[in-house]
């Protein structure tokens, strides 16, 4: 205990904070459930639950346009989520933050609403090589539609990304960066802010997908002047389906509808429709009323960690005491060893297949995440086929750690 | 591979030997997981000129090999994976399945597959990857029994 015991820094009850969260409390396969796949979605605490419980019993109805009482508290509590996602990232405007299914739709809609108005052909787009599939296949889906040119930033061997290869792809022809925020394979920190301001030199439009981000690091979207800014709630203690794009004003303003039907529109006649201003321009259709609802209590769940630095702080006591077992497992590598990261390990085994280590941990009631991470690109790069991923949360321990290093010790000893 | 007998009850004594050897692993999945994986331990080697692309299980999330040959009117079956899970599976495909005439495994029923509760075992994404290796044995069945006629 005297080596866990002295990687304990944090100034949270741990386990006060994972009696709020009921799914962790459980046997897989007759063992406690550990779950290390919070890069994938992390778990919802009570109150969330209780949150889309209470609005179904209590005050289900369609937003925005009714006139009666239950109509007008759903939309009471939907725009309070906004107003808290505003704060939450420290927007300028709450008209800047618009609500999506996750972020994926954060950035088609971007791709779409944006790249079609504004990319040319002979124009180009800049991801990097730790991007996930969402923030690649939708640039090369509107690159190919309007002939522009993708071109990715490469990663050097610990997986940061070469920013003096970045400045060597911008070229006047750039209209838009897009990056993450936090790799979701590697757990690298990208430095943002500066790629934010290299891009803006040359006038091209900044796109941060902070998916891997958001629950555990700082958000303030002024600071770091981007121009969009996409996550979702579920990787944020909150529900599936609901996700944001924040977008400076300016820039949604000057971008056309990316869906139309119902909420978007100010008047509708067979030959011509207005539409709204934003951010209901970009919010088609009913939305994810009740997710919308349960996602301000996931925010105000973080916000009484208290600040994201406590929170990155107890995740890295994690994360270091894991990097240093894990390294003592013979024919075990490391894949990215980023210079900043957050609480995510990939790891190969020499000799054993991630699929086959996934399957032994589960057995063992861990629950890691194997194969690619829907990031092809990154594991080519890598020249491998896919990793085991374990990624922490708040409601981690360093006994579970131990627990997951030894059994992996374990498998490695007798099938390797 | 050993020919078996031209006894139409091989394939059903097969699966039910299958089926009472899971048995004694009981709900425990870890034992379970590593009994396949023993399986999979002791599948031949695959010869490595048939380790190619055409030989490839589509629809499986691990890579299959999979080889067949026609010894009179019998097909015998080859395999590799590159996980041990998977190569375990495809192990208890070739014990039922590889020397049979081509009629029989046209005709098999694999009902061991669910009496060993396969599906909860491997999870829904392995579960297709095994119906399409069976799919693939069907089918080089189907293409020697062509052949044939």
């Known amino acids: 205990m005297s080596q866990l015991t002295e990687h304990i820094d944090t100034k949270f009850d741990v386990l006060y904070l ?31 639950i209780n949150a889309i419980s209470a609005y179904y019993s209590e005050y289900n109805a369609n937003i ?55 990319l040319d052909p002979g124009d180009e787009v800049i991801i990097s090589e730790l991007e996930h599939h969402s923030n690649i296949v939708p640039w090369q889906m509107i690159c190919q539609e309007r002939g522009a040119k993708l071109k990715a930033i490469p990663i050097d061997g610990k997986g940061d990304l070469n920013i003096d290869a970045f400045k060597n792809l911008l070229t006047e022809k ?87 039907g119902g909420e978007m529109i100010k008047e509708v006649t067979i030959a011509k429709t207005t539409y709204s201003d934003i951010p209901y321009k970009f919010e088609a259709g009913t939305p994810n009323i009740a997710d919308v609802v349960a996602f301000n209590e996931a925010i105000n769940f973080v916000k009484g960690l208290g600040p994201k630095s406590n929170i990155l702080r107890y995740e890295h006591s994690l994360l270091d005491f894991a990097t240093e077992k894990l ?12 210079n900043k990261k957050i609480g995510v390990i990939s790891f190969i085994v020499d000799g054993l297949h991630h699929f086959d280590i996934g399957m032994m941990l589960d057995a ?4 890691v995440r194997t194969g690619h991470h829907c990031t092809q690109p990154l594991m080519e790069s890598c020249g491998i086929d896919g990793t085991v991923r374990v990624s922490f949360s708040i409601y981690n321990t360093l006994e579970e750690v131990s627990i997951f290093v030894e059994s992996l010790r374990q498998i490695v000893e007798k099938w390797r | 591979m050993e020919i078996k007998e031209n006894n139409p009850s091989t394939l059903t004594q097969i699966q039910d030997e299958i089926i009472e050897e899971f048995s004694f692993l009981g709900d425990d999945r ?75 495994i046209l005709n098999a029923e694999l009902y061991f597959i669910e009496k060993i509760g396969m599906g909860q075992i491997i999870g829904s994404q392995r579960s297709n990857g095994l119906v399409a290796m069976i799919k693939q044995m069907k089918l080089y069945a189907l293409a020697y029994k062509s052949k044939l006629s």
């Open chain 1, 18 to 48: 994972r009696s709020q969260f009921p799914v962790l409390n459980q046997e897989i396969n007759g063992k406690k459930l550990i779950y290390f796949d919070n890069a994938a979605t992390t778990q919802k605490p009570e109150r969330v």
């Open chain 1, 64 to 118: 925005h346009r009714g006139l009666h009482s239950l109509a007008e508290r759903a939309t009471a509590a939907y725009e309070n989520t906004r107003l808290t996602i505003k704060e939450f990232i420290h927007a300028d405007e709450v008209e800047e933050v618009i609500f999506t299914s996750g972020t994926t739709e954060s950035i088609n809609l971007v791709s779409n609403a944006f790249g079609r108005k504004f």
């Open chain 1, 174 to 260: 750039t209209k838009i960066v897009a990056v993450n925020h936090v790799s979701n394979s590697l757990g690298t920190i990208n430095p943002v802010k500066e790629i934010i301001q290299i891009a803006h030199e040359t006038g091209a439009v900044v796109l941060i997908d902070g998916a891997q981000a958001s629950a555990h690091l700082d958000i303030d979207v002024q600071e770091l002047d981007c121009d969009f800014y996409a996550f979702s709630a579920h990787k944020l203690y909150g529900p599936t389906g609901v996700g944001v794009l924040y977008g400076k004003r300016k820039l949604l303003e000057s971008m056309d509808p990316y869906q139309g």
């Open chain 1, 327 to 338: 390294k003592e497992i013979p024919g075990l590598t490391i894949i990215g060893e980023a």
């Open chain 1, 364 to 367: 063992k009631g861990i629950a």
């Open chain 2, 30 to 104: 870890e034992s379970t997981i590593f009994y396949i994986m023993e399986l999979g331990q002791k599948l031949p080697m695959l010869d490595e000129k048939y380790k190619v692309e055409q030989n490839i299980i589509k629809g499986c999330q691990s890579k299959v090999w999979l080889h067949a040959d026609l010894e009179g009117d019998r097909i015998i079956y080859q395999a590799d994976s590159n996980t041990e899970i998977t190569k375990g599976l495809i192990s208890l495909l070739i014990r039922v399945l590889s020397g049979q005439n081509i009629d029989s």
